[in-house]
């Protein structure tokens, strides 16, 4: 059985830091790409940042680009998501994903990835 579980999430000031994390059980986790996307109140969920499983490539959206930073750790079947300068607009529900068909991640696209974990909650005050 495939399961996601985030962890990491919770309230911090504006320029702030946080670090989630998202443990994987159930599948060749070092040979699939993993996806972080967040859903703020209202608006829909957004793709934040994905990682390779071949190359461990990486990609960011250009709201997080240069504040974010994934990377994995395969032989704990965990990817993480460091979070810097948080901003009030990074206030969201966040989730990992699994892309259990293919290693690489290109853009994270919700349709793309079939398993989900149940999201971990983010808070910037400002």
């Known amino acids: 059985e495939v399961q996601l579980v985030e962890s990491g999430g919770g309230l911090v000031q504006a320029g702030g830091s946080l670090r989630l994390s998202c443990a994987a059980t159930?599948?060749?986790?070092?040979?699939?790409?993993i996806g972080w996307f967040r859903q703020a109140p209202g608006k829909e969920r957004e793709g934040v940042s994905c990682?390779?499983?071949?190359?461990?490539?990486?990609y960011y959206a250009d709201s997080v680009k240069g504040r974010f930073t994934i990377s994995r750790d395969n032989a704990k079947n965990t990817v993480y998501l460091q979070m810097n300068s948080l901003k009030s607009e990074d206030t969201a529900v966040y989730y990992c994903?699994?892309?259990?068909?293919?290693?690489?991640?290109?853009?994270?696209?919700?349709?793309?990835?079939?398993?989900w974990g149940q999201g971990t909650q983010v808070t910037v005050s400002s």
């Open positions: 159930g599948f060749a986790f070092d040979r699939h790409a």
């Open positions: 994903a699994a892309n259990t068909i293919q290693a690489m991640c290109v853009t994270p696209r919700e349709y793309e990835y079939d398993y």
């Open positions: 990682i390779s499983g071949n190359d461990g490539s990486t």
